[in-house]
């Protein structure tokens, strides 16, 4: 790369690499920086509601509820939360100039919470349905809970390590 006709040293062709290098791992650092306490707990929430709603919607006969009312507060709470997720994003994205991103998380843990997280949330209620034990429930929203609650401890931890 030329400026103004010259070419640059081998040095500053160095230094400017380690900028950009820098650059990244700082985007990277501030993109990695855990969710506003406000919406973190708000998603610890909806993951413990889940298993109950879905076992509610899912029951043969009227479970506590009717089953429309379930499959409402189902919906109700996922538009709140997806609602609520916008506006975290959004805030974020202006305080910081960088997006939340989950990408910069190590593959081994997001992965496995990717795939065992949904199974474990709809999974309970499926169990519900077979056995018509609320335990299932009740466990896969405690199971849920600490599971967000131990991810954004992990991603407190990366942040503060990238920092």
Same mark, same amino acid.
């Given at each position: 790369?030329?400026?103004?006709?010259?070419?640059?040293?081998?040095?500053?062709?160095?230094?400017?690499?380690?900028?950009?290098?820098?650059?990244?791992?700082?985007?990277?650092?501030?993109?990695?920086?855990?969710?506003?306490?406000?919406?973190?707990?708000?998603?610890?929430?909806?993951?413990?509601?889940?298993?109950?709603?879905?076992?509610?919607?899912?029951?043969?006969?009227?479970?506590?509820?009717?089953?429309?009312?379930? +499959? !409402?507060?189902?919906? @109700?709470?996922? =538009?709140?939360?997806? #609602?609520?997720?916008?506006? &975290? /994003?959004?805030?974020?994205?202006?305080?910081?100039?960088?997006?939340?991103?989950?990408?910069?998380?190590?593959?081994?843990?997001?992965?496995?919470?990717?795939?065992?997280?949904?199974?474990?949330? +709809? !999974?309970?209620?499926? @169990?519900?349905? =077979?056995?018509?034990? #609320?335990?299932?429930?009740? &466990? /896969?929203?405690?199971?849920?809970?600490?599971?967000?609650?131990?991810?954004?401890?992990?991603?407190?931890?990366?942040?503060?390590?990238?920092?």
């Amino acid at each position: 790369m030329e400026t103004n006709g010259v070419r640059p040293t081998a040095e500053q062709a160095r230094s400017a690499l380690a900028e950009t290098e820098q650059i990244q791992a700082s985007t990277a650092a501030r993109s990695a920086t855990p969710w506003p306490t406000w919406f973190f707990i708000t998603l610890t929430l909806y993951i413990a509601a889940l298993p109950i709603t879905y076992g509610g919607a899912m029951a043969d006969p009227d479970w506590l509820l009717p089953g429309p009312a379930w +499959v !409402g507060i189902l919906l @109700a709470s996922t =538009a709140l939360y997806m #609602a609520l997720f916008a506006v &975290a /994003a959004r805030k974020w994205r202006v305080k910081t100039g960088v997006a939340l991103r989950l990408d910069v998380l190590p593959k081994r843990a997001t992965v496995p919470l990717a795939v065992g997280l949904p199974m474990l949330l +709809v !999974g309970a209620p499926v @169990a519900f349905r =077979a056995t018509g034990w #609320a335990g299932w429930l009740i &466990a /896969a929203s405690v199971a849920g809970a600490a599971v967000s609650v131990g991810f954004h401890l992990a991603f407190v931890r990366l942040h503060r390590k990238t920092a």
